[in-house]
């Protein structure tokens, strides 16, 4: 039954793998060469964010605002989360990977709601392996590894707490009092889940993708990238390496801030290219306004010249048209946008 649910599930995957074409960029065809280029993406240092001092936290809240407008995304360095903790992450989820694949199949679903999820994609177009939960407003894990969840979850915590803290500085860019988007979007109670990915290496020199290029759900999405690199970022029709600078959080704009702002922030094209020398794992954190809100973009981004361009949902509703963001490739905005 599971072997099953797995055929399907690749088979989806190879389905939809072609082309994508970037609503707000040129046409991008994932057979051109996978090898990006070295182009830095922003770096904001979040003690500068926060600081004292109101020209060091200016300068950098424009810095944000150039970063979210050109890239949409950004690496976030000095930002208080500790290194060990970070390694630890890194350690026990090389453990959870590593266990033998019945014990990780307890966990492989075709339910696309069910809050642990655990899935392998080895196909000749795609190689990866993953596990997703959910992890507020309740925290969800596995508990086949001793430690894994408190590790997880103080990690998360400390994530979401600066998720929170950056949503705060790009209300501020955005010309909004500091908790604007937060209150609206109900982050209180907001639906967040992670998605642990495995990269194990791929000797062969064919269809080297840990993900297909693709839009994340939600608001912020933060990144523990792994120590190598793989995650590549489009950026004026070109794919972008990202090189992550020791125990960094890449972040990168998700839907809902793209909805929210009515185009003006978007949401960001990226992919993982597969380490030809190294394993990877990362850990992104998807922050998400609660199920119930309503997301639809903000009265101040509309006018008579810029309509609204995206149908109005609850954010229960646009998971539901990606079936809470299984990887294929592609993203509810294609339902979302008028
Ligand atoms: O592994 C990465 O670097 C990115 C993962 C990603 O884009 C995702 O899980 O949506
Ligand atoms: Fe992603």
């Not at 810095?63 to 407008?69: G, S, T, V």
């Not at 990977?97 to 679903?109: A, M, N, V």
């Not at 094209?269 to 922050?287: A, C, D, E, G, T």
Request: aromatic share 8%; net charge negative.
């Amino acid at each position: 039954m599971a072997e099953t649910n797995a055929t399907v599930n690749q088979k989806k995957i190879d389905d939809c793998y072609m082309p994508l074409v970037h609503s707000n960029s040129s046409s991008i065809n994932i057979d051109d060469s996978l090898s990006g280029v070295d182009d830095p993406i922003p770096i904001i240092d979040f003690s500068m964010l926060i600081s004292d001092d109101p020209d060091k936290q200016f300068k950098t809240t424009q810095d944000l605002r150039n970063a979210c407008l050109e890239y949409g995304s950004f690496m976030v360095i000095n930002h208080e989360l500790p290194d060990n903790l970070i390694m630890r992450v890194y350690e026990a989820l090389a453990q959870f990977f590593d266990l033998r694949k019945e014990e990780k199949r307890e966990y492989e679903t075709n339910d696309p709601t069910d809050m642990i999820r655990w899935g392998k994609w080895d196909g000749n177009l795609l190689s990866t392996e993953f596990i997703k939960m959910v992890v507020h407003p309740t925290f969800h894990c596995p508990t086949k590894l001793a430690g894994l969840s408190e590790i997880l979850q103080e990690c998360i915590k400390r994530m979401r707490e600066l998720g929170v803290q950056l949503l705060r500085a790009i209300s501020k860019t955005l010309g909004f009092e500091e908790c604007y988007i937060e209150k609206r979007m109900k982050l209180e109670s907001g639906h967040d889940f992670i998605s642990a990915n495995d990269y194990q290496v791929r000797l062969n020199s064919e269809n080297q993708l840990g993900q297909p290029p693709h839009y994340d759900t939600g608001l912020l999405v933060l990144l523990l990238p792994g120590e190598s690199n793989g995650l590549q970022l489009e950026h004026h029709g070109k794919w972008i390496n990202v090189n992550p600078q020791p125990n960094s959080i890449v972040v990168i704009i998700a839907d809902h801030i793209e909805i929210l702002t009515n185009g003006k922030y978007k949401s960001l094209l990226h992919r993982v290219v597969l380490n030809k020398k190294v394993r990877r794992i990362s850990l992104p954190l998807f922050l998400g306004p609660s199920l119930d809100t309503t997301v639809s973009p903000m009265p101040e981004f509309v006018d008579e010249h810029h309509p609204p361009a995206y149908l109005v949902k609850t954010y229960k509703e646009s998971l539901e048209t990606n079936q809470y963001q299984v990887i294929d490739g592609m993203s509810c905005m294609k339902n979302v946008r008028l």
